[in-house]
């Protein structure tokens, strides 16, 4: 098995309703990888510019991610986002943006890499993704992630990704923009006409939602009294769902349903408190301990 | 066992985005009392006017309802209401209402009533809610449903009758309006110091919450691409959920989930049609077909 992520690394500053946190490790990148790191190693392909602080890359060996795919590009900065969340924390508001390394050339993907197996193509341009997965002809999964911004505007080049993945991970509110089907169970039987064997929709706090060929699931959200910082949930959930399918090596059905899970518990924790704050505090057993309480939650009996 | 719902008879109008039906049979009182009636006899208290059509008391009966607690009003005209559902089915919006009979006094509630054990009082005013309690000394479970308008202008009331009863069920954005908590998982803890033994939320095609003192539960909505009409999913959700208590005179927290399951399934049938047409085309093993599907999608194994 080899897992690898191709997103963005950041640095962010988040005001919630009660606190706030300056320029704190984030992107999607990042939170995929430590949530996979779980699970197995993990590669991770993403650029920062020469700002990026020596503390952080501590913080990214702390979770044992392979960093070779890591480009530090001088004459760069690194992506900074400012964000809001309203009190209804499934609401929030981009305040400022620096694309900064983000608006420049692609990272390179590192020769070394092209044995990657599993492959997370994070949000990104659909062209960019499309370049990127090119890179790992060995691949047996592809899953991709992308956001409203791309189905509105380059939906043809989002379009042709989709022949090429084998998943697709997208938000509720993308899946019926995407296909235009406001009924999220048809959206998601839509969009594997447009290609991928599998999508995951994700529902914030409401879980998630799976459409494979063999079947659909839908599952809860981990019910947390403790929501601190919402930001990086659905890059965590995807981080342990293919983390979790990258360390079993099965694909199937059931045991994407397991993945979803693991996926729900990573993310559980992460948004327990800024930035990775949390799952740096955690390890697997953690893990087994929450899904052993959702597992349990789900039990109808016979 | 004695079920007993008193709550209201209407005739709607209801718009949808690809359809429309005019005046069906529905109200609290009906949905609940036709979701109860698949699992055990059920009592219904409730008022209509002289116009109230002879075809709707046919289909009453053909749920097999105890209706010697309907009072036929002379002089009176039967609750009507039209409202109209969005795109997003989550979200609707009344277009007319006519109280009509609900604007008068509330219905009488027969003396050989009284030894009703399991009460469900749908949504009216807290005081009538109050008044109507009183009726049932014997009762074992007494449960609840409100709604925004109570919440925001009849708070002491509504605050007194929460002390009285068992349960409480409301949907989310209820939840958070009275308990002043926007996680849905601390609001539902609130809702406990409030008086109520367990809270069951509604979470519309998210599925439901359920805080007990044992334990809390979040289960999904069960996945459903063929949504007809929304209305009546909350009270026809109550319905099954109280029905199985009463057939199976358990309280406990495990069964309480699994009435919680068996709510999620009448609820999934009632909104594939019009007012109460799925629900006249179904059975009691086709519940269970659909919570054996359930039960599966939920199993995340050893």
């Known amino acids: 098995m080899s897992l690898i992520v191709t997103g963005s690394i950041g640095i962010d500053s988040i005001h919630t309703p009660t606190a706030q946190a300056n320029e704190v490790l984030g992107g999607s990148g990042v939170y995929f990888a430590a949530a996979a790191s779980f699970f197995g190693p993990v590669r991770l392909v993403a650029a920062v510019g020469e700002d990026f602080p020596e503390q952080y ?8 991610i392979d960093l070779s795919g890591l480009e ?22 981009t305040l400022a943006v620096e694309l900064n390394v983000l608006g420049e050339a692609p990272p390179l993907v590192p020769h070394h890499y092209r ?11 659909p062209n960019a993704q499309m370049e990127l997965l090119e890179h790992f002809p060995d691949r047996s999964l592809a899953v ?17 990704l989709l022949e090429r993945v084998d998943g697709l991970v997208l ?12 009924n999220l169970v048809r959206a998601a039987a839509e969009v594997l006409n447009l290609g991928p064997s599998f999508v995951v929709i994700k529902k914030g706090e409401h879980g998630a939602l799976l459409r494979h060929g063999a079947g659909q699931i839908v599952l809860p959200g981990y019910p947390n009294p403790n929501v601190v910082d919402p930001t990086g949930a659905g890059d ?3 981080g342990g769902m293919m983390g979790y399918l990258a360390a079993t090596q099965d694909v199937s059905f059931n045991n994407l349903r397991r993945a979803l899970a693991y996926g729900t518990m990573v993310a559980s924790f992460n948004i327990e408190a800024f930035g990775l704050d949390r799952l740096k505090q955690i390890r697997r057993h953690h893990l087994e301990q929450r899904l052993d309480e959702y597992r349990q939650m789900l039990d109808l009996g016979p």
């Open 72 to 93: 530090r590009r001088s004459g760069s900065r690194t992506f900074r986002w400012r964000g809001k969340y309203h009190e209804d924390m499934n609401v929030r508001e």
């Open 171 to 182: 938000n509720d509110a993308e899946a019926m923009l995407l296909t235009e089907e406001p």
């Open 144 to 160: 991709a992630d992308t956001m409203d911004l791309w189905i509105e505007t380059e939906r043809p080049a989002l379009l042709k």
């Open 236 to 238: 965590s959930f995807a």
């Open 57 to 64: 890359l501590e913080v990214l060996h702390h979770f044992g």
């Open 115 to 125: 044995d990657s197996q599993y492959v997370f193509l994070a949000n990104t341009h």
